[in-house]
């Protein structure tokens, strides 16, 4: 729709300028293909970045659009899947989902609480952005 090519290139235009997905945090898991840091010889792949926070932080949207779901894994607890036009951007790692599908939203409200794993007193959100079926960079993405 018209709509949702405007929104696409207002999207696009906002490259490194979006708002980060916490309040205050910086990043601790790179996008791209990595060695294991443990691991010789095994390669990880990070679809998008993670971003450690504070305890208690909430993950927030990093620009307008609507919520086309919310699910639960057991390795990255709840997601939350937001659409501005044919970007998606995508936040997992969230305990408490406070959106639900076909909301809209506004950039920075809150998508939830963060997970804290009790185990490495570690709080980070998960973020990915992605362009139709292309993954994306996102620390590109977000204002320095």
Not at 53 to 62: D, H, K, L, N, Q
Request: aromatic share 8%; glycine share 10%.
């Amino acid at each position: 729709t018209p709509a949702e090519v405007a929104l696409s290139k207002d999207f696009s235009n906002n490259m490194g300028k979006l708002p980060w997905p916490v309040v205050r945090g910086h990043i601790v898991g790179l996008f791209g293909k990595h060695s294991h840091p443990v691991l010789k010889g095994v390669i990880i792949e990070n679809n998008g970045v993670d971003i450690k926070t504070e305890t208690g932080s909430e993950a927030r949207s990093v620009f307008g659009g609507t919520v086309v779901s919310v699910f639960f894994l057991p390795t990255t607890h709840n997601c939350v899947i937001v659409k501005h036009g044919e970007f998606f951007t995508v936040y997992s790692n969230i305990e408490t989902v406070a959106v639900k599908a076909g909301q809209a939203l506004t950039v920075k409200q809150s998508l939830g609480k963060l997970y804290t794993d009790k185990n490495e007193d570690l709080t980070k959100v998960h973020l990915e952005i992605w362009k139709g079926k292309d993954k994306l960079d996102p620390k590109l993405w977000l204002a320095n």
